[in-house]
T-cell receptor, first 113, second 112 residues
């Protein structure tokens, strides 16, 4: 099992550009999450999903969109990149509700210039 | 919504020392998570505990549910233990699908 795979690992964008951060998991997990990690701060939840076709906002959803068309994939879309979105983005998954560990991808380091 | 506080933020110690990292949270929870983040960024789950104590190798995690406090201990610390250690708790006490609330992390450096 590869676990949670994120692509790309690094990306530089210009202000106003758009891009999609890819996340896929091969553990048949129902719950998936997107977090962002800023220097000196704890990870913050952007969006989450409890299954295909169901998504919900987290703490910091502004400027982002998500979709969940399959159990495996949970892409994060930035429509109009802004410098404030410079961050490291982590995708995570867990099997279902209850006391379950979260499995993290290796992260995507995104810079908006 | 849960608030998670960790201390210390930075810790430098000599090889062999006993290390303690503390975590407190504000809302009753189903389980507390301890995570490790190495340089290069990947995050790995170390422990998930609901009560008492768990041990894995030289790492020990304890939790006091009544005091809403957890500690992570490292015995006989080694330079390879150098990493950021992160405490996390469910965002809300219901323990539903919504994600975790994270502490800011403890940056640990073990010097040879």
């Amino acid at each position: 099992n590869a676990g949670v795979t994120q692509t790309p690992k690094f990306r530089i964008l210009k202000i106003g550009q758009s891009m999609t951060l890819q996340c896929t998991q091969d553990m048949n997990h129902n719950y998936m999450y997107w977090y962002r990690q800023d220097p000196g701060m704890g990870l913050k939840l952007i969006y989450y999903s409890v299954g295909a076709g169901i998504t919900d906002k987290g703490e910091v959803p502004n400027g982002y969109n998500v979709s969940r068309s399959t159990t495996e994939d949970f892409p994060l879309r930035l429509e109009l990149a802004a410098p404030s979105q410079t961050s490291v983005y982590f995708c995570a998954s867990r099997r279902d509700r209850g006391v379950q560990p979260q499995h993290f991808g290796d992260g995507t380091r995104l810079s908006i210039l | 919504k849960n608030e998670v506080e960790q201390s210390p933020q930075n810790l430098t110690a000599q090889e062999g020392e006993f290390i303690t990292i503390n975590c407190s949270y504000s809302v009753g929870i189903s389980a507390l998570h301890w995570l490790q983040q190495h340089p290069g960024g990947g995050i790995v789950s170390l422990f998930m505990l609901s009560s008492g104590k768990k041990k894995h190798g030289r790492l020990i995690a304890t939790i006091n549910i009544q005091e809403k406090h957890s500690s992570l201990h490292i015995t006989a610390s080694h330079p390879r233990d150098s990493a950021v250690y992160i405490c996390a708790a469910p965002m809300y006490s219901g323990g539903g699908a919504d994600g975790l609330t994270f502490g800011k992390g403890t940056h640990l450096i073990i010097q040879p």
